[in-house]
């Protein structure tokens, strides 16, 4: 309790942001669908087929995975809130519609015919008889909903959507506990005060909280305007990275050496933001601007043509950088010192049972032993794949699990074998064993800022300023970062911060 109450302390300012972040992306997906679901309901209650139609739809889109509807979603709306709410009103539309459909066509057939013998208008009959007598049923969606819609938006951290899943992948990434636990307890209680003011709700008169809906829709509409309007209006860059900690690492020295060098520039950081796809798809898009990509997943992954890396650093970083500008117009800076290969990773004891030192010892026994994988490793042709091909591997059992969690998994004898980088903290933490890539499979990986060239152009500054680390940072600096963002749970900010200035960056 006490290391919870210390976090936040240190961090008040941050989870007020992203607790206020969100509320408004789950209040603004709950408005939208209670617009989409109450009127579609209404409108079918005299079509029956159709609005059965409509439930199975609904029912289907249930079942689809939240990650799968984010991705689909990326390549049209681009990356951020916006792909994050429509997913979150996908979900939402199910139970309120279902609901509400269903308390408008149980009513008691009596009391419609009463209505009907009176001679009232249809209008009169929807809003003095229908809604309210469904107004449990709806509201009891609306809960329902709610809940769920507060759950799901933690997913929107994956894409830069921010709110209180950034904590939670934060805990996951870099093992730190407490963070985890204080993104889903207020992720819980947020769910909870929901679900209160809801039951507060329904004892109100549907006309006088028809009223009061409306303004607060008018008056958060007001604020968000006024608030875009009287704000600075300040050139921003947004800078985001991948799952760990040194991709949050390399992007909070972007931001440094840009804001200290330009004052009219805002950098907006999204850290943890998800794998390759996501990453690359956000700056075709536009909603990001720069992120750091290694040379080995570009030539792998991102650009078409031959998948063979060459393993002199300098030959793989010019290939890259040439089918970059080619294929998508894109700039790719000059790299870092540091190599963050591939490895594979066992613990001592099981290399020792094994007599395991090479990848190739390794496939001699590999049908015995167990593994798991980062999901970009399990499914890229430089990953799982590809050493199935070239060494023959052939494990009894391989699943995905997230960066982190495979390492934990590793060191509780969960799993034998699992992928890592050169640079991992863990591989020292938990003392495993790196088995030499014998046939020199892996290709070379180093860290380069990626950018469209449009954007390379109209910004010299930025480039400028980011190309002040092309040649440097050795694996021991990436290593010692590492370390203290994942296993000492410092924050990445101040880590980065700390080298720019040990090694005068920021003079």
Not at 128 to 149: D, F, H, N, Q
Not at 241 to 255: A, F, S, T
Not at 375 to 382: A, K, R, T, V, W
Request: a positive charge; aromatic letters at 8%.
């Amino acid at each position: 309790m006490s290391q919870l109450i210390s976090y936040v302390n240190k961090n008040h300012s941050d989870l007020l942001q992203a607790l206020w972040q969100h509320i408004s992306i789950s209040l603004i997906a709950m408005l939208i669908t209670i617009l989409i679901a109450i009127p579609l309901a209404i409108a079918l209650i005299n079509h029956r087929r159709i609005g059965e139609l409509f439930l199975q739809i609904t029912g289907v889109i249930q079942t689809i995975p939240s990650l799968a509807v984010l991705g689909i979603l990326i390549p049209f709306v681009g990356i951020g809130t916006v792909p994050a709410i429509i997913a979150l009103v996908l979900y939402a539309i199910m139970p309120v519609f279902q609901n509400t459909y269903a308390g408008l066509t149980n009513i008691d057939p009596v009391l419609i015919e009463a209505a009907d013998a009176l001679g009232v208008t249809p209008q009169f009959k929807l809003f003095k008889v229908e809604l309210p007598l469904a107004m449990p049923m709806i509201l009891s969606g609306i809960r329902i909903a709610t809940v769920m819609v507060i759950g799901t938006a933690t997913l929107a951290a994956l894409i830069g959507g921010g709110g209180l899943g950034t904590y939670i992948l934060l805990g996951i990434q870099t093992n730190n506990n407490t963070a985890l636990l204080v993104g889903a307890i207020l992720s819980a209680i947020l769910a909870l005060l929901a679900n209160w003011l809801i039951a507060l709700l329904s004892k109100v008169p549907l006309k006088r909280l028809g009223i009061w809906t409306l303004i607060l829709v008018i008056i958060g509409l007001g604020g968000t305007i006024s608030h875009q309007l009287l704000k600075p209006q300040a050139q921003t860059v947004t800078i985001a990275g991948k799952l760990g900690g040194e991709p949050e690492v390399l992007i909070n020295m972007y931001k440094d050496l840009i804001e200290r060098n330009d004052s009219k520039v805002k950098v907006t950081l999204k850290p943890n933001f998800g794998g390759t796809s996501f990453l690359f798809k956000g700056l075709q898009s536009g909603k990001i601007d720069v992120y750091p990509e290694f040379t080995g997943t570009v030539l792998q992954t991102l650009v078409k043509g031959s998948k063979i890396v060459n393993h002199d650093p300098e030959i793989a970083y010019e290939n890259a950088r040439d089918d970059l500008k080619q294929q998508f117009n894109m700039t790719y800076l000059k790299p870092m010192a540091y190599q963050n290969n591939y490895a594979v990773t066992v613990r001592r004891d099981t290399a020792a049972r094994y007599h395991l030192r090479t990848i190739s010892d390794l496939a001699r026994v590999s049908n015995q032993l167990s593994g798991a994988f980062d999901p970009d490793f399990y499914q890229e042709s430089n990953g799982y794949p590809g050493l199935r091909k070239a060494y023959g591997l052939n494990l009894k059992s391989a699943k995905t699990m997230e960066p982190s969690l495979r390492y934990e998994a590793l060191a509780d004898k969960r799993v034998d074998v699992t992928d890592g980088y050169t640079t991992d903290p863990q591989i020292k933490k938990y003392h495993l064993v790196i088995l030499k890539d014998n046939k020199e499979f892996f290709p070379t990986y180093q860290g380069a800022p990626l950018m469209k060239t449009s954007f390379a152009k109209q910004h010299p500054n930025v480039v400028k300023q980011l190309n002040r680390l092309s040649g440097k940072i050795s694996i021991a600096d990436m290593q010692n970062m590492n370390y203290q963002v994942t296993v000492k749970h410092r924050k990445a900010s101040v880590v980065a911060r700390e080298y720019l200035q040990k090694h005068h960056y920021l003079n």
